[in-house]
């Protein structure tokens, strides 16, 4: 899960950094993680990640609000922000831009979490194992446009999607 994070973390700041200097602008903002966020991902998993973070957004963006304590998101504004930094996607940093982001991180990892749930739910288990997160992946074409090349450790073999045997394939 954290190589999951990490991967989208990377890809969404390095579409942002690419927006933030074709723009010329100094900061990086909530307008940039949201361009790249279009970039990043098909039309329609784009439009549904925008949507739900708009709500955490402007819940977060009121004033008088610490930003992680009033809108529930689980990153770290603070961390998110060392890390831009250290990996030099931006040196100026809105404090939207941070909030929009975590809440992305945030939405990204519940519908990939949701997905396994349901599949340990249906299997009647008591855990998530790296298995229902292969599979989680694997049922979603969203997420696995995005996971294509990625390798689940621990999560045996995909299952095959033309839905015949090999044993009929050999001559």
Known sequence: MNSF????FHRICKQASIVQKYAHKVALTAREIQTA???VFA?????NIIADVSKSFAIAIEPNSNSNKNSNLVFSSNKLATSLKKH????RLGKDA??????TLQFL???LLDS???LVEKQHKQRIEPRHIMLAVHDDD???SLMDMVCVPFAGVKPDSTGGNQEDARP
Not at 98 to 103: K, R, T, W
């Open 5 to 8: 994070v990490l991967d989208m």
């Open 37 to 39: 966020v279009k970039l």
């Open 43 to 47: 039309e329609d998993f784009a439009n």
């Open 88 to 91: 030099r996607y931006a040196k």
């Open 98 to 103: 941070l909030v929009y982001l975590s809440a």
């Open 109 to 111: 990892v519940c519908q």
């Open 116 to 118: 396994a749930v349901a």
């Open 142 to 144: 969203d997420l696995s």
